[in-house]
């Protein structure tokens, strides 16, 4: 079967970093997003990832390890406004979106 | 603002009820999507329509019936529903189903409730 596995829930304090993991095993792969979903709100694009490595944006940094079925999120300098799901979507070969059950992401002061 | 607008944002209904969501794309997108999420689960695809074609049901119940008119609006009509489709129902769209970093934009939902 199909799988995304991220952590349920993470803390962090404000200006610090925090990194959320997210392993996948699927049947192919067409790339691996990630989504931001604030609580009662839509989700909203943050990056995507089909080649090995780190894509930077802004405070936000994703990479991923095709070889290892593996990517991280990397936050950098937090905010409060940084409290919400973190969402790992990874294309499958059909072009499915797999969706990982989400990581909540609490940022302290 | 996603460019994306779903109507109604909330929804009760009840089990012998019919009723019908409504997704809107402003975007130009050619592949519009429905999804179920539920509480602590991932995201489910329940529909998929590129150039108004259905192209992806995943064995949905038939109590659910999707519409696509043309590639801008989408619709979700729902009868005898159970309890268990309690669940927040959002809709999405992208340029086309795969190339590329096609990313999907997502509506804000509508937080249905089945009594």
């Known amino acids: 079967g199909q799988n995304i596995d991220q952590p349920t829930e993470m803390t962090a304090t404000e200006g610090a970093i925090v990194q959320i993991n997210c392993t996948y095993q699927?049947?192919?792969?067409?790339?691996l997003f990630w989504y931001q979903q604030h609580a009662g709100e839509a989700p909203t694009f943050l990056s995507y990832n089909v080649l090995d490595g780190l894509e930077e944006k802004g405070r936000f940094s994703s990479f991923l390890s095709r070889s290892k079925g593996y990517s991280y999120l990397l936050l950098k300098e937090l905010q409060m406004k940084d409290s919400a799901s973190y969402l790992c979507?990874?294309?499958?070969?059909?072009?499915?979106?797999?969706w990982g059950a989400g990581t909540k992401l609490i940022i302290k002061p | 603002e996603t460019g994306v607008t779903q109507t109604p944002r909330h929804l009760v209904m009840g089990m012998t009820n019919k009723k019908s969501l409504k997704c809107e794309q402003h975007?130009?997108?050619?592949?519009m999507y429905w999804y179920k999420q539920s509480a602590k689960k991932p995201l489910e695809l329940m529909f998929v329509y590129n150039f108004k074609e259905q192209t992806e049901n995943n064995s949905v119940p038939s109590r659910f019936s999707p519409e696509c008119p043309n590639s801008s609006h989408l619709f979700l009509h729902l009868h005898t529903l159970q309890p268990e489709d309690s669940a927040l129902y959002l809709c999405?769209?992208?340029?086309?189903?795969?190339?590329?970093?096609?990313?999907?934009?997502f509506g804000p939902g509508t937080r249905l409730t089945v009594t």
């Open positions: 999405a769209s992208s340029q086309d189903v795969g190339t590329g970093g096609s990313e999907q934009y």
């Open positions: 979507a990874v294309r499958d070969s059909n072009y499915q979106l797999i």
């Open positions: 699927t049947s192919g792969f067409n790339g």
């Open positions: 975007l130009g997108h050619n592949a």
